[in-house]
Antibody, heavy 120, light 111 residues
């Protein structure tokens, strides 16, 4: 059974960097068959896919156009986890952030969610 | 504004059937058979209900079924039960520029 455990601060100041980590159990971040994604949810924007990291003989990333200039998703194979960094946040980035496994073109396992509030 | 259009609400009595629609374009729903449906209870993470338009993961009751016609996908919940009261979201692959798009969600009420 795959489990995703999120960690990170729930409050970030405007203009700073949002950082979250997702620890994986029951699967491996360097698997060739899955991708490791971040999705956020807010009342104003609904569910929004942010990006992913995945291994296919090398590491790759894809990012949503809306955050491409500010986002980094990176794997940590030594700890079997992956992380999200979102720079220069504004109150519009306030949302519940989920780490998610994508397997066979669907999101089958989700982390518990982290409410991140951007406020001074 | 979400890329895929869902009705904001739907309702039905226990035992009845309800269908929720999800309308996109030929660039997402109509262009790929990678439509998924998710159920979300308050305060919980979304749960995968349907993938690849009509496939059910193990453990999902066969009361839940999915279909697609053109640019519109549909989720049908048959034999409504009280525990089906939740928010339902559709998602579709949208190609290598937009990747994944979601609907705005439908709140299902069991009367």
């Amino acid at each position: 059974q795959v489990q995703l455990q999120q960690s990170g601060p729930g409050l970030v100041k405007p203009s700073q960097t949002l950082s979250l980590t997702c620890a994986i159990s029951g699967d491996t971040v360097s698997t060739n068959s899955d991708t490791w994604d971040w999705i956020r949810q807010s009342p104003s924007r609904g569910l929004e896919w942010l990006g992913r990291t995945f291994y296919r003989s090398d590491w790759y990333n894809d990012y949503a156009v809306s955050v491409k200039s500010r986002i980094t998703i990176s794997p940590d194979t030594s700890k079997n986890q992956f992380s999200l960094q979102l720079k220069s946040v504004t109150p519009a980035d306030t949302a519940v952030y989920y780490c998610v496994r994508s397997h066979n073109w669907n999101f089958d396992y989700w982390g518990q969610g982290t409410l991140v509030t951007v406020s001074s | 504004q979400s890329a895929l259009t869902q009705p904001p609400s739907a309702s039905g009595s226990p035992g009845q059937s309800v269908t929720i629609s999800c309308t996109g374009t030929s660039s997402d729903v109509g262009g790929y058979n990678y439509v998924s449906w998710y159920q979300q209870h308050p305060g919980k993470a979304p749960k995968l209900l349907i993938y690849e338009v009509s496939q059910r993961p193990s453990g999902v009751p066969d009361r839940f079924s999915g279909s697609k016609s053109g640019n519109t996908a549909s989720l049908t919940v048959s034999g409504l039960q009280a525990e089906d009261e939740a928010d339902y979201y559709c998602s579709s692959y949208a190609g290598s520029n937009n990747f994944w798009v979601f609907g705005g969600g439908t709140k299902l009420t069991v009367l």
